[in-house]
């Protein structure tokens, strides 16, 4: 499985963008899609996660709110709304899947997924 992530570039404080991903060599139907990110000096963190096992979503405390995780037309892409970013919302960010269920409690675990994209990078100017 080889992920693509795309949309990433520069948008102003409380501007929107839209983040792809797209997934080729997938053959699940039950897999777990995640987003991460990881600003400048600091540790990847995690930001939403889709479960297409039971169509269940989560989200950081940080972005819950602002971000949503949509579905496209195909199962292999997945999408992340950004709304009403803020300075602190800079960082590259990453796809993730899981050909498979993760439980709820490990979905914002990085280890938990099994194939990364390269990462998109997001600035938000002030």
């Known amino acids: 499985v080889q992920l693509q992530a795309s949309g990433g570039g520069l948008v102003q404080a409380g501007g929107s963008l839209r983040l792809s991903c797209t997934a080729s060599?997938?053959?699940?139907?039950?897999?777990?899609v995640g987003w991460f990110r990881q600003a400048p000096g600091k540790e990847r963190e995690f930001v939403a996660a889709f479960r297409w096992s039971d169509l269940s979503y989560k989200y950081s405390d940080s972005v819950k709110g602002r971000f949503t995780i949509a579905r496209g037309n195909a199962k292999n892409t997945m999408y992340l709304q950004m709304n009403s970013l803020k300075d602190e919302d800079t960082a590259v960010y990453y796809c993730?899947?899981?050909?498979?269920?993760?439980?709820?409690?490990?979905?914002?675990?990085?280890?938990?997924?099994?194939?990364w994209g390269q990462g998109t990078l997001v600035t938000v100017s002030s």
């Open positions: 060599g997938l053959t699940s139907n039950v897999h777990t």
């Open positions: 993730a899947l899981r050909p498979g269920r993760i439980i709820s409690s490990q979905l914002g675990t990085i280890s938990s997924y099994d194939y």
